[in-house]
């Protein structure tokens, strides 16, 4: 029930090419996937650091959040996602004890995964972002 590991911590650029230089390259991750959630507005590209990764997300169009986040907060860490069993069971324990989510039920979001947004009112002013993967593969 209780999250098991950060997922992975999301990180608003402009430049998803030139970001994922310094992150590979520079600093030497090693590179997994990139993928675009239409949806979301977003090209996103993970890099893996142990059991965890870095979500570099660079907004599609001016309508994104992400776009909107850069533009308000320049670019930056956006928001970390931990990773929990199920996702439903956890957002009712927590908004049973007053835990605010954005939106009222999880949506498809990128790399397998149902999600949901906690919202900063309740987290002391973070980005939290609850994930379950969609196909059980993980322990
Ligand atoms: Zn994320």
């Known amino acids: 029930m209780n999250p098991k590991r950060v997922e992975h911590i999301g990180i608003a650029v402009r430049n998803l090419e030139k970001s994922l230089n310094f992150y590979q390259n520079v600093l030497g991750l090693e590179f997994l996937k990139q993928e675009i959630v239409e ?16 979500e570099l997300l660079e907004p599609l169009n001016a309508d994104s959040t992400i776009a ?7 670019e930056g860490i956006h928001h970390f996602a931990v ?9 009712r324990v927590m908004q049973a004890q007053g835990a605010k989510m954005i939106g ?3 949506s498809e979001g990128a790399d397998g995964m149902k ?3 906690v919202h900063p ?15 059980k593969e993980e322990k």
């Open 104 to 106: 009222d039920k999880p």
């Open 115 to 117: 999600i949901i947004f």
């Open 83 to 91: 990773l929990v069993d199920s996702i439903e069971d956890k957002v």
């Open 39 to 54: 949806s979301q507005g977003v090209k996103i590209a993970f890099l893996k650091v142990g059991e965890s990764k870095i």
């Open 68 to 74: 909107k986040f850069i533009e308000k907060n320049g």
């Open 121 to 135: 009112k309740t987290t002391n002013g973070v980005l939290l972002e609850l994930c379950e993967p969609l196909a």
